[in-house]
């Protein structure tokens, strides 16, 4: 209970303000706490000669600002509350002042972390650097002061049955949280500056308080996954993991680092995840591992758009390379030439150039793909500038310049160590050529460049080849039949790999302008192609893919409206091809796809087109008996998951199960067991949801047990090759070693549960059991498998398994939740089965603490078991003879019999 108290606090405002008046409580309740710091002011000078008032309303101004500063985002208002809050540090003292004080300590440690953070990125001086070391060591051990004293005050307070006292300790654990984070991160910035081993340590002493309270400092997976929600809670989470990378290694820091990577945790923790740990390596000196990183995240920029890999992280790994190069360590350098020539590619020129200042230019080298890279841009640059300035003259000379520097960077020796840039190199060549006229040579560098990129640096070379080819087509001559030919096959390619792109529709109807958005303005001008035009074909085709990537990208619920709509134009298309007598002689092409993505979208319980479905997979059928998908081995077992799909839309459970088990229909193809797996999780997922909405079936309830255990197997086959999983072949739990395969066994579990409870088959029963069982032992503290288990446990009649759940229960729930009050009131219910003494003691136990027993339905169970104890307890004295009690043994029970229910 501490723990979460602890943890609540970095995400919670404050309790109920002291001294209350309506004004107060108006403003505050409305969260207007800046008009409530000015009335509270305002009142402190009115009460001016009645101490007593003049303490309380100090005393909540205190609060006020305290919360005023800690969510304040603007850095000048925060210094005004600042100064106001220094003026009544004179009036208020002790207690009263440590949550302000804290509040100043986060401005004073948001300051100096900045400037130690710009140090990291070459952006502050080494005085800055070193006085904001010095800020955050002595803020470090004012915050430790303020701790101890803090958690001084938390003992005295939990020993008071007070609910002034309950709130006042809810508000107190809540800074002291705040102050160990803040502490914990101070030291860690101190321990790094300083290479100081001991402060680190006592960084992650103070982290761990916050992710454990007050025990050990604990391992990645001993903390709460659901906490990692809030803010403060990963942040603590992060701070573990650079501080062990700093004193263990970056793969054990990994360790913390992976526990960020669930879906759980605080959004903007997770987003800036990859950022911290490139920093972690480049202060390690893993110069490897940094460098595959950027590699990977320039990877997925090319996929996703640069805000993959921001600039502040570009910028990073080049100072960490440019540093690393100084000790002659040449991993270093390719990291360094990466990091500069993606920040060059990007047009990033100034912090090119700032950093060529900060390293001096003689890091860069005179020779290397970086360098003249950087030189072919900056050429390039100059000569858009004098096109644009209608300087004719030097715009070309400039253009020349950017083709020889940037050609010679890509014969540079070190060149292939620069893949991701050296694309783009070839690209800008590509630009430049076309400036000049020289629209072959053009051609060639775009589609050179294609080859060896991703995402939209790939379509960006597509479409330049394709505006060079197209340029040759039009100056007509003995080129132009070939280049027409070699742009349709690029704008083919161009399409199928780049449905969405923005350019795509004026490769497939001219009418369409380049720079326009296929929305529904050009959807409808798309539709509105007639059947007799040329581009009719092109037009369809698009307006297929733009309704599909329509379809593909609307949440659920919203799929049935463009999903219909392109079944539509797929029946066109398909109808025409068949017409023309091509159809199923060969479908590995576009139309092909188009009737994949026809039976994909049909059989989609959304829009469940069951009669338009069922022709499309008979249609994919034949055409694969016929050899039209010849090179596909696995379109069978996609057929068979569209079939599954098409049965969960007609809600026949039953059928979609037997469907499920019966794939792969083709066994030992590559995807095989994927397509197994996507059915069985999405019969699973599919039940389970109908489950949740209305009656428990047995057909949906075995649904759900058959998908998500066939489901579980299928994962435990490919676990079995991978030795990362411990438990080996025929251990049908090994697989959950998985982290990720917790949650749904959990639900597998469930469904059994529920089968169970619908059917009533013990089997059932003993199985959901013995998932819960084995859940638990990889993660003892999960509340809801342990609230299931309890209950199921109790139904089977297991009531040493069910006792041992609700006291695990009770441990780990806040105390006067939900969960608490269920949990001590089944565990009193199973304990009077067997121990009735011990029942009434734990139920005396509950009434110190709530002595009007919660409210209902609690307060009526307990009532009742509290009756059906007396009752046990008369009935024992009347059939057991009476007897002395042995030594050591009071009439209440031993101790240890006691504090096991506690």
Known sequence: MLVTALVLAIASGFGEARGQDRTSDWLEARGMNDLLSVHLENQLIAAAGDASSRGRLAARLAEVYAELLRVEPDEGRRLEFVERSKDLLKVVSGEDAASLRIALARNRYLNASRLVENGRIQLASDEELAGAIRELGRLADELERVRRDLKSRISNLLRSKSRRAEQRLDTTLRWESTAALLEGWSRYYVGRAEGSTAELERAQLALGSVLQGEDPIPDPDEVSVDLQVMEGFSRAILGMG???????????????FRRLEYPETDAATRKALPGWRLAAELDAGDYRRALDRLERLSDRAGREGDEALPVVWLRLAAVGGLRGMEDGDQTARVLAGTALAELAGRGE??????????????????????????RGIEAYRVATEARQAGDA?????????????????????????????????????????????????????????????????????????????????ESGGSDASGAASRRDDLSS????????????????????????NPGADDLEVLLGVPPTHPTWELARRRAAQALYRAYRSARSGGRAEPGARMLVVADELLGRSREDGIFMTDLRGVDGMLLRQAAEVSTDPEVHDAVRAARYLAQIETAAERGGFDGLPDILNEVAYRRVGLALGAGDFEEAGKRMLAMPMVPGTPEADRWSRLAAQRVHRSAVDRM???????????????????????????????PMVEGGKGDRFAVLDRDRMLPFAASVAAARDALFRAAGDPDDAVEAL???????DRRPLDGSVLEASGDLAMVTGDDEFALDCWRRLVRGAVSGSETWWKARARQIAVLLKSDPVRAGEVLAQVRVLYPDLGSDPWKSELRDLDVKIEIAIEESKTSEPDREPEDGEQDFGTDGEVSRDQ
């Open 493 to 516: 390619r161009f399409v199928d790999a780049f449905p969405a792109d923005d350019r795509a529709p004026s490769l497939l109807v001219r009418r369409i302008a380049v720079e326009e």
């Open 692 to 722: 949740r909405s209305g009656r428990i079936e047995v057909q949906i309830a075995r649904a759900a047990v058959d998908g998500g255990e066939r489901y579980l197997e299928l994962q435990m086959v490919s676990s079995e090759e991978d």
């Open 349 to 374: 020129l100034a912090q090119v150039r700032d950093l060529a200042d900060r390293f001096g230019t003689e890091a860069l080298g005179r020779e290397g793909f970086a360098f003249r890279y950087v």
């Open 242 to 256: 650079l501080t062990t990378s700093a004193l263990v290694s970056t793969q054990a820091g990994d360790l913390w």
């Open 770 to 776: 013995a998932w819960y069982r084995a859940i638990l």
């Open 393 to 473: 003259g030097t715009a070309s000379a400039s253009f020349e310049q950017a083709v020889v520097e940037l050609q010679a960077a890509i014969e540079q020796p070190d060149a292939a160590a620069f893949a991701t840039a050296r694309a783009g190199c070839e690209a800008l060549i590509g630009w430049s050529l076309l400036e000049l006229g020289r629209a072959a040579e053009a051609a060639d560098a775009f589609e050179s460049a294609a080859a060896s990129s991703n995402g939209d640096r790939r379509a960006d070379a597509l479409w330049g080849a394709i505006v060079a080819l197209d340029r040759i087509v």
